[in-house]
């Protein structure tokens, strides 16, 4: 299964599965506390199982795990329905702190995320993105541009997160906030890759490359 189609699947469980468990609940009668406490422990559940599966995780793995274990033990301790509806859209605006305030470090969070999926597939040669990234200035400011718009747009997702969860009704709040992650991830995707494009990642024999080509043709 390739990386991409498996960060989906993980992506419908860790967001599809809690809000259907939590209509699934409400529908028998449960009560809002309760549907929103239960519900929101299966991702903690699902991210703790990636962990011990890979031994050996990355910081965004760990980052991740600290993220769900804060938010399924805010379930248990919280007992205010609202504050648990915008509890995603607090974690979210952490996330976006945490991108921006690494923008300018070793390897920023853009970089890390999506070496994964596009890693081989860019470069003069496909190099590996830890070559591009010592030898080509140009490639280093890209992923610190992009790790910008990145916590930018997490932000702005946060605002809008705690702004529904305490002004509509509690029902609706699941259900739209789940939606609003695929509204996000397409907006954010565009949004990077309107940059992207036109700064020649995709492009091997752009001018962003010119500098290892040239290396490249003295060897």
Sequence with gaps: MSTRLRGL?????????????????RALGTGYHTALLISSLIPGVSVVSDLVRR????????????????????????????????????????A??????????????????TRFVLEGRVGPNRESWD????????????????????????LVDAVVRVVMA??????????LSGV???VWLALIQVAINVYLVPSGLYNRYSKLYAGLRDELSRT
């Excluded at 990355?58 to 509806?85: E, K």
């Excluded at 030898?135 to 916590?151: C, D, E, H, N």
């Design 9 to 25: 699947l993980t992506l419908a469980v860790d967001i599809g599965l809690p809000i259907g468990l939590y209509y699934v609940l």
């Design 55 to 94: 031994r050996r995780p990355d910081r965004l793995g760990l980052y991740m795990t600290a993220m769900m274990l804060s938010s399924a033990l805010i379930s248990l301790l919280v007992h205010d329905t609202r504050f648990l509806l915008a509890k995603d859209g607090w974690f979210m605006a952490v």
């Design 96 to 113: 976006g702190v945490w991108f921006l305030a690494g923008a300018r470090g070793e390897r920023p969070l853009a970089f890390v995320l």
């Design 131 to 154: 070559v591009l990234w010592e030898r080509l200035p140009a490639f280093r400011r890209i992923w610190r541009v992009v790790t910008v718009i990145y916590g930018t747009g997490l």
């Design 166 to 175: 305490y002004t509509l009704p509690v029902d609706v709040v699941p259900g």
């Design 180 to 182: 609003q992650y695929g």
